[in-house]
């Protein structure tokens, strides 16, 4: 075989080989970017009030489970401690707080979860004065709480019927009960709860 047949047999080679690797390339570049061009996209916000962390520790699980984004309010008339305590006994059937933020920007969330502990059946002040404060038009709103003793439903109720005045969708409650002092369920069993309850929920 001459040399200039030897030249010309490397060079359909080299160019063949390259076609072949170019192509590969373009199929799974085009392929990834479909799948990610399809992916749906949240749009949950779990808003919640706090005063020990037991219903931080629920705000976050949901958070985690709907990747949503999470806002705590503050209420620095109820601190930890027993000047907190002493002021959350005496507000507890209040419907009014002072709270930061006030009011904050929703029309980037289609639903919202919101939550409190339960003080004497009802929950907490915070959560009454975020409903008051706040325009729900079209959203879903998820009550959710926790408590040790119990929670009366006629509060749940007037909840409800606050949430629907502000243009919102009540959905469901949610609620975990942890038991009196001595009996109190431990945080990994508050979190499988949680989860079961999370299951069920229809959004």
């Known amino acids: 075989?001459?040399?200039?047949?030897?030249?010309?047999?490397?060079?359909?080679?080299?160019?063949?080989?390259?076609a072949s690797i170019s192509t590969i390339g373009i199929e799974v570049d085009t392929?990834?970017?479909?799948?990610?061009?399809?992916?749906?996209?949240?749009k949950t916000l779990v808003v919640y009030f706090s005063r020990t962390?037991?219903?931080?520790?629920?705000?976050?699980?949901i958070a985690g489970y709907y990747?949503?984004?999470?806002?705590?309010?503050?209420?620095?008339?109820?601190?930890?401690?027993?000047?907190?305590?002493?002021?959350?006994?005496a507000d507890s059937q209040e419907k009014q707080a002072l709270i930061s933020p006030e009011k904050i920007e929703l029309s980037a969330y289609d639903t919202v979860f919101i939550g409190a502990p339960i003080w004497r059946y009802s929950p907490a002040p915070p959560v009454w004065q975020f409903i008051d404060n706040n325009k729900l038009a079209n959203k879903k709103v998820v009550?959710?709480?926790?408590?040790?003793?119990?929670?009366?439903?006629?509060?749940?109720d007037e909840f409800q019927a606050r949430v629907e005045a502000q243009g919102g969708v009540f959905i469901s409650h949610l609620y975990i009960r942890r038991g009196r002092m001595l009996v109190q369920i431990g945080s990994e069993a508050l979190l499988a709860r949680a989860r079961e309850e999370l299951e069920k929920l229809e959004l």
């Open 143 to 156: 009550l959710f709480s926790t408590f040790n003793s119990g929670f009366q439903q006629k509060y749940i």
């Open 31 to 42: 392929s990834i970017g479909v799948d990610a061009e399809t992916k749906p996209e949240r």
């Open 1 to 18: 075989m001459g040399l200039r047949k030897i030249v010309l047999l490397f060079v359909l080679m080299t160019s063949t080989l390259t």
């Open 53 to 61: 962390g037991n219903t931080e520790l629920l705000a976050q699980e």
């Open 67 to 89: 990747q949503a984004s999470l806002l705590a309010l503050e209420a620095k008339e109820y601190p930890v401690g027993l000047r907190g305590l002493l002021h959350a006994v």
